[in-house]
């Protein structure tokens, strides 16, 4: 029969009996809890979607009963809900509530007001709640869905404060349908992200998460210089045996050419006359006495080449000027891909064969006459 072997056996042989292993389990648990804390930030700040997924998935995985039952891991917890909404801000079919009509913006206000005690500074909690605002009615208006819009925009006067002219802002540009007006792009959905990225630095500043990463990175940089370490040790080792083989084989080489005895040369080796390929001739001159028709024909060729070249100096298209329709196309592809975009505005737009450059140079004169 296999003997049966018990756990808390186990337990006291790798661990202090005086401390019970469900206290060891749960610090251990926070631990790891703190790793993928630290390294779902780390997804989120690279904008790797997959790979936050999956570390979302095993964060949740991790029994809450082996963890401890603190504020501070409530709060990570809630961060942690906080960053999935926003990572998910743009796709629309995601639902986080049971509630259809609340998308995932909408969805991550909703645990933002609840960290508004997490939030040291006041200016920034309101910042990314404007800016969550202003995304829900910007991610619906860029896909088409202005009724959506609507209502997330009615969603968030009724549920939160904000400042009147924001309000009248959204709601004009609802009504208007100016997906790409200067408001919206101001508040873009980057500069979103950059904001909360800044409120996770200062986070993670205040309260470190990265014991279990430090131990790692020691122990991989350990194990790297020893990996280093045996592969020069090695490299020696071969280099040393392939000399000591070559100088060997070279003593063995003049032994046996010193046994040798030199033999004579019937025939001499000397090459008394050496082919020579034409291009080693020497080139030459051949004088020939040119006919008048033949002077008449080079002079009537290099006529017609000379007409040619004053023709098409003639023949060039004079710069073309600016129309107000290309400057509207400019003033409009500025507005959608940015200042300094302008291979892609090139791409929307006909400018009948302007470079980028061009239209470079065409925005600074604009801007000097305060047309924009």
């Known amino acids: 029969m296999d003997p049966t072997v018990d756990n808390k056996t186990v337990a006291s042989s790798n661990t202090d009996e005086t401390v019970p292993f469900s206290r060891v389990t749960a610090v251990a648990t926070g631990w790891i809890q703190d790793f993928l804390f630290v390294s779902l930030c780390r997804c989120f700040k690279e904008r790797k979607l997959d790979e936050f997924n999956e570390t979302l998935s095993a964060f949740k995985a991790i029994p809450q009963s082996l963890s401890h ?8 917890t809630l961060i942690c809900a906080f960053l999935a909404r926003v990572m998910h ?17 909408m969805s991550a206000a909703k645990i933002w007001s609840n960290l508004e005690k997490t939030v040291t500074d006041e200016s920034l909690f309101e910042n990314i709640m404007i800016l969550l605002l202003v995304q829900s009615v910007a991610v619906c208006m860029e896909k088409g869905q ?8 009615k969603w968030f ?9 924001v309000n009248v802002k959204l709601s004009s540009i609802v009504t208007q349908r100016d997906t790409y007006h200067p408001f919206l792009m101001s508040f873009s959905y980057s500069r979103m992200l950059e904001t909360v990225q800044s409120f996770l630095d200062a986070y993670l500043e205040k309260n470190p998460s990265d014991y279990i990463l430090k131990a790692a990175t020691q122990m991989a940089q350990s194990s790297q210089d020893m ?30 050419t010193a046994c040798l005895r030199t033999k004579r040369k019937l025939l001499s080796t000397k090459i008394t006359d050496v082919w020579k390929p034409d291009s080693c001739k020497k080139s030459y001159i051949s004088l020939r006495r040119i006919s008048n028709n033949e002077l008449l024909q080079l002079s ?50 006909d ?8 239209l470079k140079d065409r925005w600074r004169v604009l801007k000097r006459a305060h047309k924009v």
């Open 227 to 256: 990996e280093g370490f045996e592969d020069t040790v090695t490299r020696d080792i071969s280099v040393l045996k392939k000399a000591n083989e070559s100088t060997e084989k070279d003593a063995k080489k003049k032994k046996s």
């Open 157 to 165: 006067q009724n549920n939160y404060e904000f400042r009147q002219n």
């Open 89 to 105: 801000g743009k796709q629309l079919d995601v639902l986080f509530d049971k509630d259809d009509s609340v998308m995932p913006l």
């Open 300 to 349: 009537d060729k290099s006529m017609d080449t000379s007409k040619i070249n004053q023709e098409s100096k003639n023949t060039r298209k004079p710069p073309r000027k600016w129309t107000p329709e290309m400057d509207q196309n400019l003033k409009s592809g500025v507005r959608h891909h940015g200042e300094g975009k302008w291979s892609l505005i090139l791409l929307d737009y």
């Open 351 to 358: 400018f009948e064969g302007r470079t980028g450059t061009m």
């Open 146 to 153: 202005r009724s959506s819009a609507s209502s997330a925009l």
């Open 69 to 76: 039952k603190g504020h501070l891991h409530n709060e990570k």
